[in-house]
Structures are given as structure tokens and as C-alpha cells.
């Protein structure tokens, strides 16, 4: 009697980051031929350079402005040509003028070689000075350091991109771990590979996307910032704008352990939103402290070092020019070595409650294992 011996399978498990690597396609093969995603990204980066394109337009066609002139230095202002004129009868009246923003600047008389003097409120009137024909004195009433509104755009945009990426990709991870367990599949998953490389896979595949949504962004405003006659400013912006690349790269993966983790506490889409309402806390606040306080120092310097918020208070202090060369460099290790933390703490909740089905696990029982 003959026994016919047993065949050994070619079938050889992949190694973790060939593991890694095919579940982080999966994730981006999933979004991509999501058509509710392409479409948003396409309206954000067009309402982006919408956004730049009517900045350009607005700053090369500036309406008239309205100047207060004192004396013989009508004269110069009405050879200039372009300005909506108030006469004032003192020096100290055109200046009542500036500070109450009836008029945006003033010219008056001055016993200097060019014979008139600028008043600007909390700037130099730099369109004022350009029409002149003569290079005049100048007086600031009240330094400010920088254009609000200039400041207060640059807040906003960095605010919202950190919160539409962090919401959008952290929301599709917690809702991809759920779906998984909700159908089984993540049992014929672990089954495939470890638990450690199914995380790491979630996070790496969305950190992609994010992170070539954020690159997208930066790149369509800079050509917009370029072709549009505005490359003053995307000089200013853009140390701040690769700081902000920079930090967000590990503040998403922080925040991308922290939704993967509290989504697999719960085991129904229904039951999502109460584990994830905490994280989601903690991406709105830097958006709306950047927005109401994106000019004050103290908050500013605060967010610089909190993990959550470094990727929007640093870069808004490198646009103020009040970092120093060696707080980002600071910034970024505090990050870091918090992210490797979260990671490790959000992977020991996300193995442990990945199998389990039913009511919600308590986080407790999660770390406990």
C-alpha cells in the first residue's frame, strides 16, 4: 500500500510592511472611488483658488481711498490723482479723522525737504505713498505690526484645513473599524494579519490621502498666490505654510489612533458618535482658538505646545514673526514623542476591543485587556 506524501503550500503570509502596505491601498482605493469625496476635494481646492484669485483681482483694482489733507498739502494729493479727499483745518483734526477710520490716511504739511508727512493709523499707508511724487514723512499713530485682516485670513485657513482633513479622514477611519466589525469582516482580517498592522495600515492608507489633500491645497494656493501678482505675501506665508505641513503630519496620526481606538469600542454605526465626540472636541478647539484669538500671544504661545493644537498655533506664530528659531524645532518633539504615546495607547484599546461585539465596551475593560 502506497501513501502519497503531503504537498507543503507555496502560500507564504506576508511580512508587516508588505501587510501594512495592502491594507493601507485598500483604505485609499476605497476613498478614491468614494465620488462624495472626490467632489468635496475638488469644490475645496476651487474655493481655494476662488479665494486667491479674488485677493489678486481685489488688491490690483483697490477701491478709492479716502485721504484727509491739511493746508498746501491738498495740493500733492490732488496731483496724485485717485483719492477721495476731507479737507480738515488742523493737523490734529486730520488726525481725529485716521483714528475714528473716516479716512484711511492723512496728508499735512511738514517743515521737511518734501514739505508734506503721511499719517497712517496702525500701518504705513503704503498706496498713499506710491501715488505721491515726492517720498514724504511718515507717521503711524498706533503700530500694529501687521494687517488684521491679512492675519485673520491666514488663522482661518490654517484652522479650517486642520479641521475639514482631521474630521473627514479621522470620521472614515472610526467608520471603517466599525463597518468591519459590524460585518465580521474583521475577523477573516486578523486572521490575515496581525492587529498591529491592520491600525498601522488604517492610519498609513488615510494619512495618504490627507496628507496629499494638504500638499494639493498648498500647491493650488501658491500658483494662484504667484500667478496673481501676490508673491509678497507667499514669501511671508511660507515658512509658516511647511511648519504647518510638517506638524500636521504627526497630529494626524495621533488623532487617526484616537479614532481608530474609540471606534472599536462600540460595535454599531448608531453607537459611533459617542465615542468619537471627545476627539472631535479636541480638533474643533484649535479651530475656533485660532479664530478668536489668532493675534494674542499668550494663546498663541500656549497652542504651540499642546499636541492637539501645535499644528495651528506654531505656524500662526511663525507668520507673526514672534517664534523664536528654536520653539518649532521644540514644538515638533513635543509632538512627536506624544504621538508615539497615543499610538501605543490607542493600538493596546483597538486590539482589545476589536473583537468584541455588543453593548459598548468601557475604556477600562479596553486597557485592562
Excluded at 500667478?227 to 503630519?249: M, R
Excluded at 495651528?312 to 521644540?330: D, Q
Amino acid at each position: 500500500m502506497s501513501t502519497t506524501p503531503a504537498t507543503k503550500s507555496n502560500y507564504q503570509s506576508p511580512g508587516a510592511l508588505q501587510a501594512t502596505w495592502l491594507v493601507a491601498s485598500r483604505e485609499v482605493s476605497m476613498k478614491l472611488r468614494s465620488k462624495s469625496f472626490v467632489i468635496s476635494t475638488a469644490i475645496t481646492i476651487l474655493a481655494i483658488l476662488a479665494a486667491v484669485v479674488i485677493g489678486g483681482i481685489v488688491g490690483a483694482n483697490p477701491p478709492q481711498t479716502s485721504v484727509a489733507v491739511v493746508g498746501s498739502a491738498a495740493q500733492a494729493v490732488e496731483d496724485a490723482g485717485g483719492f477721495a479727499i476731507t479737507e480738515a483745518a488742523t493737523i490734529d483734526a486730520a488726525e481725529d479723522l485716521v483714528r475714528s477710520g473716516d479716512v484711511e490716511a492723512a496728508v499735512v504739511p511738514d517743515p521737511g525737504a518734501t514739505g508734506i508727512r503721511v499719517i497712517g493709523l496702525d500701518s504705513t499707508p503704503g498706496a498713499v505713498i506710491a501715488a505721491l511724487s515726492v517720498a514724504p514723512e511718515i507717521t503711524v499713530l498706533e503700530p500694529s505690526g501687521q494687517n488684521e485682516g491679512i492675519l485673520y485670513l491666514v488663522a482661518l485657513g490654517f484652522g479650517l484645513v486642520f479641521f475639514m482633513s482631521a474630521i473627514t479622514f479621522g470620521l472614515t477611519i472610526a467608520q471603517s473599524v466599525v463597518e468591519e466589525k459590524q460585518t465580521r469582516i474583521v475577523e477573516i482580517l486578523m486572521s490575515t494579519v496581525p492587529v498591529q498592522v491592520l491600525l498601522a495600515g488604517k492610519i498609513v492608507g488615510n494619512s495618504i490621502l490627507a496628507f496629499g489633500q494638504i500638499i494639493l491645497i498648498a500647491l493650488v494656493a501658491g500658483v494662484g498666490l504667484l500667478a496673481t501678482g501676490q508673491d509678497i505675501l507667499l514669501a511671508d506665508v511660507g515658512p509658516s505654510l511647511v511648519w504647518f505641513v510638517v506638524l500636521f503630519v504627526f497630529g494626524f496620526v495621533l488623532l487617526s489612533s484616537l479614532f481608530a481606538a474609540a471606534a472599536a469600542l462600540v460595535s454599531r454605526q448608531e453607537d459611533m458618535g459617542t465615542v468619537t465626540s471627545p476627539i472631535m472636541m479636541l480638533v474643533m478647539a484649535p479651530y475656533f482658538l485660532v479664530i478668536l484669538f489668532f493675534d494674542n500671544p499668550v494663546v498663541l504661545g500656549i497652542m504651540s505646545y499642546v499636541p492637539f493644537s501645535a499644528p495651528v498655533g506654531m505656524p500662526m506664530r511663525i507668520f507673526l514673526g514672534t517664534a523664536e528659531w528654536w520653539e518649532p524645532v521644540l514644538s515638533l518633539g513635543i509632538l512627536v514623542a506624544a504621538t508615539v504615546g497615543f499610538v501605543a495607547l490607542g493600538s493596546r484599546i483597538y486590539a482589545n476591543g476589536l473583537l468584541r461585539m455588543g453593548p459598548r465596551m468601557k475604556l477600562s475593560e479596553a486597557l485592562k485587556g
